[in-house]
Each structure stands twice: as C-alpha cells, then as structure tokens.
C-alpha cells in the first residue's frame, strides 16, 4: 500500500521528464524561423531568373552562406521537434517509436547535411 499523495508521487517528475524542455526548443525554433524564413524567401524571389553563376556569386558572399545554414539549421531542427511530437503521440509500441524517432533523426541530419553541403560548395567555389 502506497502512503504518499498524488502530488508526492509526480512532484519533480513529469510525465517524461523533458516536456518543458522541447516546448521551449519548438517556441525558440519557430520564433527564429520568421526572420530567418524572410530572408530566405527574399533571397530565392530575387534570384528568380538568375544564372547559376550569380546564385553562387551571391551564396560566396559568408553573410549571405552563414544567413542560409542558420535558417537550414533552425528548420531542420524545428521540423525534427514537430515529428518528434507526431510519433510520441501516434505512434504506438515501444519498438515501432523507437525505429520512428531514429528514422525522424537520420531523415532530417541527411537532409541537413544534403543541403548544408550544397550552400557549403557554392560558398567556397573556386
């Protein structure tokens, strides 16, 4: 038999001890998105029409590659939150979540990857 309150057995704990924690990252992720997404529309619809060569021109410039990996970065990221939500609350069995959450975290660092690559190259493009 069980002598403590309610409120003695969850005091501290939480229902999975990070909740606060990823609502945080999620609320910070999307607040940097809005300027960061900005730039990012700004800088694709002036480049509409534009050769190859003046969208590397323009990517070589380390304000213009640093501006891009941060909005890569905080996307990736707040997409990698945003599903996170979706398998813990949809997806059911310990095994199934397990193998959800790593392919969440493998899909979005190679999709990072793939794209921080693609800035990386045409930043130091010779």
């Given at each position: 038999m069980n002598m403590k309150t309610p409120l003695k057995i969850v005091r501290g704990l939480g229902s999975a001890?990070?909740?606060t924690d990823h609502f945080?990252?999620?609320r910070l992720t999307a607040l940097a998105n809005l300027p960061l997404?900005?730039?990012f529309a700004w800088f694709i619809i002036s480049h509409i029409g534009s050769s190859r060569a003046d969208v590397v021109a323009?990517?070589?410039n380390p304000l213009v590659a640093i501006a891009l990996l941060?909005?890569?970065a905080s996307?990736?990221?707040h997409m990698r939150l945003g599903m996170q939500v979706v398998i813990e609350d949809y997806v059911h069995g310990h095994g199934r979540k397990l193998l959800a959450l790593l392919f969440n975290t493998a899909f979005v660092t190679v999709l990072f990857a793939?794209?921080?690559y693609a800035v990386l190259k045409m930043s130091f493009a010779t």
């Open positions: 001890k990070s909740g945080w990252q999620q997404l900005v730039f323009s990517v070589k941060l909005t890569l996307v990736f990221w793939l794209a921080a």
